[in-house]
Nanobody, 124 residues
Framework: QVQLLESGGGLVQAGGSLRLSCAAS????????MAWFRQAPGKEREFVAA????????HLSDSVKGRFTISRDNARNTVYLQVNSLKPEDTAIYYC?????????????????WGQGTQVTVSS
């Protein structure tokens, strides 16, 4: 089992920044990738960004490229999502996910473990 704990969400004005953290524990050696998804009220959960443990390859959704950055600290088993230039439409619950899948995964089915989420609210 792998446990994921997100932190760093909050209320911020448009144009502001936050750094979200996801600390992983348990059988993390079996994971190949970690990712962030988000879910706004009334909408489906959508892919935001992913990073692979080996090589550090990253993948970002087109909607956040240039504003969000994903990084990982393997020694701390922690993944970060730096979110800059926030817009009201970025308001959502942000979820951390971990998966054994090798290769780019951008759907919820590609990941095996999920955190409880952290709320990000952007005011206009």
């Amino acid at each position: 089992q792998v446990q994921l704990l997100e932190s760093g969400g909050g209320l911020v004005q448009a144009g502001g920044s936050l750094r979200l953290s996801c600390a992983a524990s348990g059988r993390t050696f079996s994971m190949n990738a970690m990712a962030w998804f988000r879910q706004a009220p009334g909408k489906e959960r959508e892919f935001v960004a992913a990073v692979f443990y080996i090589g550090g390859t990253v993948h970002l959704s087109d909607s956040v490229k240039g504003r969000f950055t994903i990084s990982r600290d393997n020694a701390r088993n922690t993944v970060y999502l730096q979110v800059n230039s926030l817009k009201p439409e970025d308001t959502a619950i942000y979820y951390c996910a971990a998966g054994r899948r090798i290769g780019i995964g951008t759907t919820t089915n590609d990941y095996d473990y999920w955190g409880q989420g952290t709320q990000v609210t952007v005011s206009s």
